[in-house]
């Protein structure tokens, strides 16, 4: 198989990245309580995510929950030294085999952040849907578009698409969510109702999307929903006072910096580092290390 010519020039800068220092300079962040990596998936393969996990066990992480994370920030723990924290956005109908079989082996902990209308009907997430009815996107273009535009012109394009896409899902079944929700170490957490991009929607869709998946996850899972996670990581203040209006308590971004060692971090505006599906695992390495990123990660 051809590889892409990006992902052979993203593997030689992730070496140079890796050979030059900066690996070393994270890790010693981190030994010393500097800061927690906090990284997140989406439809890893079994291979990429058992990767990612045997590097953190190998070089001496220990991975913590998002109840620990948000008792640290609060200061009811004290900052941990070489830890990591791991959440899951969407909820693939893969991650079942492919994420929390590996959760099982190794008994990490994880948090799973729900899209649920995808569940509820088993229908496709509405990118695959332009994406399997525009043969002709190069790089995502169409579906970048319509995260851009406002929600009801996103709502009817993807309506517009939807008798073109092939039959089928994408996400979890109900029955699979439950097993999973049932598991040590898994906790749930709500990622809208039917994942869009809440800046572009009106007031009464935003708070539709935030109060509608918790109360639906509660009646499901029979237990409080109180983490969040922003679909495509945008978010304005608007969402953030949503957000603790539906008694939510933390909140994660896509923003990629690190979670340091200071008192004053936004609960509802974690960063996280994300793991692409389709690269490298030396350049996924550096970027769930942070130091695929900006220059003020590279401090000594």
Avoid at 165 to 192: C, K, P, Q
Avoid at 279 to 289: A, D, G, K, V
């Amino acid at each position: 198989m051809k590889i892409p010519f990006r992902n052979v020039v993203a593997h030689l800068f992730s070496c140079y990245l890796i050979l030059n220092g900066k690996l070393k300079i994270l890790k010693r962040r981190c030994e010393k309580g500097e800061i927690i990596l906090s990284v997140y998936f989406h439809n890893p393969s079994k291979k990429l995510f058992t990767k990612c996990v045997k590097w953190f066990i190998k070089n001496g992480y220990h991975f913590i929950s998002t109840d620990d994370l948000q008792r640290i920030l609060i200061q009811q723990l004290e900052f941990p030294k070489s830890a990591v924290i791991m959440t899951i956005d969407d909820g693939w109908k893969e991650n079942k085999e492919n994420i929390f079989s590996v959760v099982e082996k190794y008994s990490i902990p994880i948090s799973l952040f729900v899209t649920t209308q995808p569940i509820e009907k088993q229908e496709r997430f509405w990118w695959t849907i332009i994406a399997k009815s525009n043969k002709d996107i190069i790089n995502n273009k169409k579906i970048e578009e319509l995260k851009i535009v406002p929600n009801e012109v996103r709502i009817r394009k993807v309506m517009d698409n939807k008798y073109l896409s092939n039959a089928g899902r994408d996400a979890l079944t109900f029955d699979e969510l439950m097993e999973i929700s049932d598991m040590n170490n898994v906790s749930i957490g709500s990622h809208t109702v039917t994942h869009p991009i809440l800046p572009m929607c009106n007031d009464n869709d935003a708070e539709f999307e935030i109060y509608e998946s918790k109360s639906k996850l509660e009646k499901w899972l029979n237990r409080p929903i109180t983490h969040f996670a922003y679909p495509n990581g945008d978010y304005t203040k608007r969402e953030c006072a949503f957000l603790r209006k539906a008694g939510y308590s933390m909140a994660f971004t896509t923003n990629p910096i690190y979670l340091e060692n200071t008192s004053n971090v936004d609960l509802f505006q974690i960063p996280r580092f994300g793991v692409v599906d389709n690269i490298p695992f030396t350049e996924n390495l550096c970027r769930m290390t942070g130091i695929w990123y900006e220059r003020k990660n590279f401090k000594k």
